[in-house]
């Protein structure tokens, strides 16, 4: 079976201060991978999306970035977070092998910038 | 961009009641998702429904979907206290590439 993997669990940082994030897909193989992230009391918004080893599409300009360096790992980074950062992020897998476009997601990673 | 609007935005009722859930989106789809989010959690794939579908039912629940008013509802049957969580809905359409639009969720809780 599939599993989907996110850390850390939480995380407190400065202003400033570099950010990785890891998501791993155990059980698939070249799944579509997305990062979203989600406001208090608010709904996901898209990142960044990979269909591929080293393809990245990024939906939201921002000071965040995202890489796929093998094809179930995908790491989100940036090199100075921002107070705005801080959120609830969610690493999520489908497979393009079927058209329904359902979407599992990792149990998330909350992040406080302070 | 969030496509799927849900309302109630809030929704309070007690164990045992039915809990109806709306989602409305402006553009055409292909598929409508429904997903469950418990407090702190990664969210769990509930149903999907197909645009040429207007009904499906999976276990307590029952999608309905109306592609002429571009609306969704998302009926739960006999609520429990452990169905307490956020639902969305997410869409999908042609040329999408795989990404779903997801709403901003619906906070049921359900009293014991």
């Known amino acids: 079976s599939q599993t989907i993997h996110q850390w850390p669990a939480t995380l407190v940082q400065p202003v400033g201060s570099p950010l990785s994030l890891e998501c791993t897909v155990e059980?698939?193989?070249?799944?579509?991978l997305y990062w979203y992230r989600q406001a208090a009391g608010r709904g996901l918004q898209l990142l960044f999306y990979?269909?591929?080893?080293?393809?990245i599409s990024s939906e939201v300009p921002q000071n965040l970035s995202a890489s796929r360096p093998q094809d179930r790992q995908f790491i989100l980074s940036s090199k100075k977070l921002l107070l705005s950062d801080s959120g609830f992020y969610l690493c999520?897998?489908?497979?393009?092998?079927?058209?329904?476009?359902?979407?599992?997601f990792g149990p998330g990673t909350r992040l406080t910038v302070t | 961009s969030q496509q799927g609007e849900e309302d109630p935005q809030a929704l309070s009722i007690q164990e045992g009641e039915n809990a109806t859930m709306n989602c409305s989106y402006k553009?055409?789809?292909?598929?409508l998702q429904w997903y469950r989010q418990n407090s702190g959690r990664g969210l769990v794939h509930l149903i999907l429904?197909?645009?040429?579908?207007r009904e499906k039912h999976s276990g307590r629940l029952r999608v309905t979907l109306d592609t002429s008013k571009k609306s969704s509802s998302l009926l739960i049957t006999a609520s429990r206290a452990a169905d307490t969580a956020s639902y969305f809905c997410?869409?999908?359409?042609?040329?999408?590439?795989?990404?779903?639009?997801f709403g901003k969720g619906t906070l049921l809780t359900v009293n014991p």
């Open positions: 999520a897998w489908g497979t393009p092998i079927r058209s329904s476009y359902e979407q599992y």
């Open positions: 059980g698939t193989s070249n799944p579509n």
């Open positions: 990979s269909v591929g080893i080293g393809q």
């Open positions: 553009t055409s789809i292909n598929n």
């Open positions: 429904i197909r645009s040429n579908e």
């Open positions: 997410a869409t999908d359409s042609r040329g999408s590439n795989y990404k779903l639009t």
